[in-house]
């Protein structure tokens, strides 16, 4: 079991076909007519990007193009994921990027209404909430045409000096008198539903199984562990999820110096926050009912599986 349980992308072994592993999650994604839309807000806290394409076009009247889109960008095992979120929104394509990615992207200004709609109703729980923010108010005044004015697209140029990652080279030398739109501020307003867990799970994080060194008879121990790692700024994102699983203020770690339950399984290591549970009773009790409950999809689920199987054992 421990050699199919893939973890991270990076760490997969390739020693199962690809093809045989999207066949096994189309045959379970089949079953499943669409995806809860929180699950699909949670896996695009996780997996997706907005983005404001400007870019030169002799042909326009102003001499640039500005196209908005909203992509997922995956492992091409996920296929079969992407194109049952495809079939869910109603809107985009999903297509091979390469021999190992798969992508589903979204850039139909009349397609992206359903985008936006989407992320208003659902709204993003992380930092990129304020991503959507800025790609929102440039995606109004492009549906609006005011970018075919120089006010216009000059005020898409100040939204999208602090969108994703910001202006090129070419955008800073062409517009350089251009004020910045001030990113908005984010604040973490909870976990809004349990289904957003599983699919920001499904698409940020680890089911993995250590085998380690031990004083036992055997030499040997074996030890379950589930974790997500994300950038700092998302730290209140990830003590909501833990606050979520309801972890057991008995196992909180000796390291821990607040008696504050949300500080339990949160490890910072630079720009970097670690959540992680390898407690065999909070995993036992907590995060396997939680996922049998509101299951990981995609190539994830298998890893749950075995996850599962091990847990048994």
């Known amino acids: 079991l421990r050699c199919t349980l893939m973890g991270f992308d990076r760490h997969y072994p390739f020693k199962i076909p690809t093809n045989q592993l999207i066949n096994r999650i189309s045959s379970t994604l089949s079953r499943q007519p669409s995806i809860h839309p929180w699950f699909i807000t949670g896996f695009a806290d996780a997996e997706s990007s907005f983005f404001v394409s400007i870019y030169r076009d002799d042909k326009s009247k102003l001499k640039w193009r500005v196209t908005p889109s909203f992509s997922i960008h995956i492992h091409i095992k996920d296929l079969a994921l992407l194109n049952l979120l495809q079939q869910t929104l109603g809107v985009g394509k ?111 994080s680890t089911f993995c199984v250590s085998i380690e060194k031990s004083s036992n008879k055997i030499g040997k121990r074996v030890r379950l562990i589930f974790g997500t790692c994300l950038h700092i700024r998302d730290k209140a994102m990830l003590i909501g999820i833990a606050n979520y699983f309801k972890p057991l203020k008995s196992e909180l770690s000796k390291e821990t110096k607040s008696n504050d339950s949300e500080h339990q399984y949160i490890y910072d290591y630079n720009q970097s926050t670690l959540l992680q549970i390898k407690s065999y009773s909070d995993i036992a009790n907590i995060i396997i009912p939680f996922f049998n409950k509101y299951p990981v999809l995609g190539i994830k689920s298998l890893d749950f599986i075995d996850f599962k199987e091990v847990a048994n054992l």
């Open 94 to 204: 999903v297509r091979k990027n390469s021999a190992k990615t798969a992508l589903f992207r979204v850039d139909n200004i009349q397609e992206m209404q359903v985008i936006i709609d989407h992320f208003s109703k659902y709204p993003l729980v992380g930092a990129k909430y304020s991503d959507f923010l800025l790609f929102k108010q440039c995606f109004e005044l492009i549906k609006n045409k005011k970018h075919l004015t120089q006010a216009g697209l000059e005020q898409i140029v100040s939204l999208r000096y602090n969108l994703n990652k910001g202006l090129s080279n070419e955008l800073n030398e062409a517009f350089p008198n251009i004020i910045p739109v001030d990113r908005p501020e984010y604040v973490f307003k909870g976990i809004p539903n349990p289904f957003w867990i599983s699919g920001f799970i499904s698409g940020d």
